[in-house]
Structures are given as C-alpha cells and as structure tokens.
C-alpha cells in the first residue's frame, strides 16, 4: 500500500484603505491639525462678538486678545505651547503636500479674471499674482464629496463685501484649499469656505463667515465680528482583511499481486 498526502495552502491578503480626516482630508490627511480652527505665528486680535468653533493657536508669539467678547465653542486658546507648536508643525506640513500636489498635476490658469460669476468643477486654479472675489462662486463637486478643489494665488486674495462661496453637488468645505502666496483679506459679510493658508497674514473684516480654517503661516489673523466654523469631513480608518484558503489532497494507491504456481 502506498499512501501519497499533499497539501497546497495558499493565503492572500487583501487591503482595502479609506482614508480622510478633518478638514485636511484624503492627501493631506498626514497633517494632523488637531482642532484648531485659526492658526498664527505672530499675534490673533478680535474685535466685537465673534464666534469660533474649534481651538485658537497661536506659535511662537504670544498674544491673543478679544476673548471676550469674542467666544470660543468647543475649543481653547492654545498660546506658545506645545499644542499651538504643533499646530505650526502641522500648518506646515499641509503647505509642503499642497505644494506637491499642485505641482504634479493639470491646472488652469485663471491671472487676471474674477472668481465672481464662475461655476468651477473640481481641479486647481492658479493665479500668478492677486486674485479677487466680487459676487458668487460657485464649487461643483460633480456629486463626490471627495473631489479637491485648490486654488494657489501667487500674492494677495481679497474678496469684496458680500461676495459668496456656494458649494453643490457634494463638494465640502474641507476639500476645498485657497494657498495665497502674502496675505489674504475677507470683506465685510462675506461668506467663506475652504482651509485658508496664507503664507503672511490674514484678515476676515466685519461680519464676514467662515466654514473651514484660516491659517497665517508667518503673520497675524486679525478678526472682527465674525462666525468661524471649523469643517469637517468623515474620517475612515484603514481596513486590512486576509484571506486563507486551504486545499488538503490524500491519495491512497492499493496494489496486490499474487503469483500462484
């Protein structure tokens, strides 16, 4: 009798990854920002009765003044600490994966033209100086609320009084960057959206909103009578599934032979 035995495991791994966060999603996910919902470097002034929702940091400067009357929903004033440290650190970071990003990929140039009127799908627009908002811009996510929408403008960005951002189709404010190369001015009433990073200073004048953050890499925010609302995107961790499949043969040869004389 003679008894052959096999057996044959064969394993795969498959890996299913989903990956977004607050505000800073999907690419720029790596860039933990914590909460904070207004960062500056130098000093963050209000005036008048503003509302922020999420954490005030400020890195290395000191001084932050308005609070009161200025009021801060589910967050703190982090000032020259390792939180508001780290939240530069952060700050930095998105700035260096919007650079990467906007460099590896199609744009359109916009130098020149108003923001005011358009109707823009998703993709990055550049402006080789300033750029300007007058009325409303209107952000189509094409019915995915993944899409980015990245606007890089070589210096200033300056919206008018009562200009307007409205998202449709699935955009969402946390996918949508405005990287201004100096400082950036919001006037009176308007209506903001998107993660604000200017590379000086900023400025959100009276009554102007915001939903998304504003983030002065080496300069001031100055605030007067404004509403901040930090945005947020949903945040699906990575999932790992293995899978193993185990196939067992045995194989059993009988042979008798008998020799009769």
Not at 2 to 12: A, E, G, H, L
Not at 159 to 171: H, M, N, P, Q
Not at 184 to 209: C, D, E, K, P
């Amino acid at each position: 009798t003679t008894t052959i035995s096999s057996t044959t495991t064969i394993s795969s791994t498959t890996t299913i990854s989903s990956v977004g966060g607050q505000a800073t999603c999907g690419l720029f996910a790596s860039c933990n920002s914590r909460n904070c919902s207004v960062i500056a470097t130098t000093t963050i002034t209000n005036t008048g009765v503003s509302s922020i929702t999420g954490d005030v940091c400020l890195s290395p400067g000191s001084s932050v003044t308005g609070f009161p009357p200025g009021n801060i929903e589910d967050g703190e004033i982090h000032a020259a600490d390792d939180i508001a440290a780290s939240a530069i650190t952060s700050l930095d970071c998105l700035n260096t994966h919007l650079n990467d990003y906007t460099n590896s990929v199609s744009n359109m140039d916009l130098t020149g033209q108003d923001l005011g009127g358009m109707n823009l799908a998703p993709g990055v627009y550049v402006f080789s100086s300033s750029a300007a908002l007058t009325g409303t811009l209107i952000l189509n996510g094409s019915s995915s609320s993944t899409t980015l929408f990245i606007f890089k403008i070589g210096s200033t960005l300056t919206t008018a009084s009562a200009a307007t951002i409205t998202l449709v189709e699935g955009a969402l404010p946390c996918n949508v960057f405005w990287q201004v190369g100096s400082s950036a001015t919001l006037g009176t009433t308007t209506t903001f959206v998107g993660v604000l990073v200017a590379a000086i200073s900023i400025t959100v004048t009276t009554g102007a909103t915001v939903e998304g953050r504003l983030l002065a890499q080496n300069g001031a925010v100055t605030l007067d009578s404004n509403n901040i609302t930090l945005c947020f995107c949903l945040l699906q961790p990575t999932q790992t599934s293995t899978l193993t499949t185990t196939i067992s043969s045995t194989t059993t040869i009988s042979s008798t032979t008998t020799i009769s004389s």
